[in-house]
């Protein structure tokens, strides 16, 4: 049974910073990523890694960073320089023989 478990969110001051992990469960995905969604907004893809390469968002380049450790089956997103736009429900995402799974989602508030 594939599963995706996220934690790391929280409550935290414009500025601040934020590391969420996603333990991987079931399956070796081929990616991983985050996604967001705040409230009365789509859910948007924040940033991917598949093998060496990675992806993220206009808005959270040079703040964001994703990393993956291969060995514990757990993708990471580790967040600087947090503002309150960067508030919404983080999800985990792992794709494998192109269907994606979905975490629960964690919280990430971000106050000014």
């Known amino acids: 049974q594939v599963n995706l478990v996220e934690s790391g969110g929280g409550l935290v001051q414009a500025g601040g910073s934020l590391r969420l992990s996603c333990a991987a469960s079931g399956s070796i995905f081929s990616r991983m990523g985050w996604h967001r969604q705040a409230p009365g907004k789509q859910r948007e893809l924040v940033a991917r890694i598949a093998g060496d390469a990675t992806y993220y968002a206009d808005s959270v380049k040079g703040r964001f960073t994703i990393s993956r450790d291969n060995a514990k089956n757990t993708v990471y997103l580790q967040m600087n320089s947090l503002k309150p736009e960067d508030t919404a429900v983080y999800y985990c995402?792992?794709?494998?023989?192109?269907?994606?799974?979905w975490g629960q989602g964690t919280q990430v508030t971000v106050s000014s």
């Open positions: 995402v792992g794709t494998v023989q192109g269907r994606d799974y």
